[in-house]
């Protein structure tokens, strides 16, 4: 897997560079860290968790820590299975449809779901990566 690779490349244009972790998970933690943050009770493919810094970080910080990346490897591996994609391409999509929501962008109504959609078919073909939304509804 290439996670350096693709955060760098949602992340290219956009901010010069950053640090964000990137971990990826089992389902049982997937669901516990879904369940804590968002109530939900199921494991989900990928969760954002945005730095909160505080005020007054030494001055000699000069890469932003954008956040954390969790990936859950049971539902990546099931759903690229369901969608007939590769395992690598959907990690791909994943971390950065991840990325993107570190960096702000959102899917909370159909205009910014476009938008944000949009954005990483760009970034996933610059890898030479298809369409991870061809043939959806």
């Known amino acids: 897997m290439s996670f350096r690779k693709w955060v760098?490349?949602?992340?290219?244009?956009?901010?010069?560079e950053a640090d964000l972790a990137v971990r990826v998970v089992d389902e049982k933690e997937g669901c516990s860290?879904?369940?804590?943050?968002?109530?939900?009770?199921?494991?989900?493919?990928?969760?954002?968790?945005?730095?909160?810094?505080?005020?007054?970080l030494p001055k000699g910080i000069k890469m932003p820590l954008l956040g954390d990346l969790v990936i859950c490897a049971?539902?990546?591996a099931r759903e690229a299975a369901e969608q007939g994609k590769s395992l690598a391409a959907h990690y791909a999509h994943l971390t950065v449809h991840g990325t993107l929501h570190l960096l702000g962008w959102d899917h909370d109504?159909?205009?910014?779901?476009?938008a944000m959609e949009q954005l990483?078919?760009?970034?996933?073909?610059?890898l030479g990566i298809d369409d991870p939304y061809a043939g959806e509804q």
Do not use: C, M, Q, W
């Not at 760098?8 to 010069?16: D, E, F, P, S, V």
């Not at 109504?109 to 476009?114: G, T, Y």
């Not at 990483?120 to 610059?126: F, P, T």
């Open 8 to 16: 760098a490349a949602a992340l290219k244009g956009r901010i010069r």
């Open 33 to 56: 860290l879904n369940h804590h943050y968002r109530g939900k009770d199921y494991a989900t493919n990928v969760l954002s968790f945005p730095a909160e810094l505080p005020e007054g």
């Open 74 to 76: 049971p539902v990546v």
């Open 109 to 114: 109504d159909d205009k910014e779901a476009d």
């Open 120 to 126: 990483e078919r760009e970034i996933l073909a610059d």
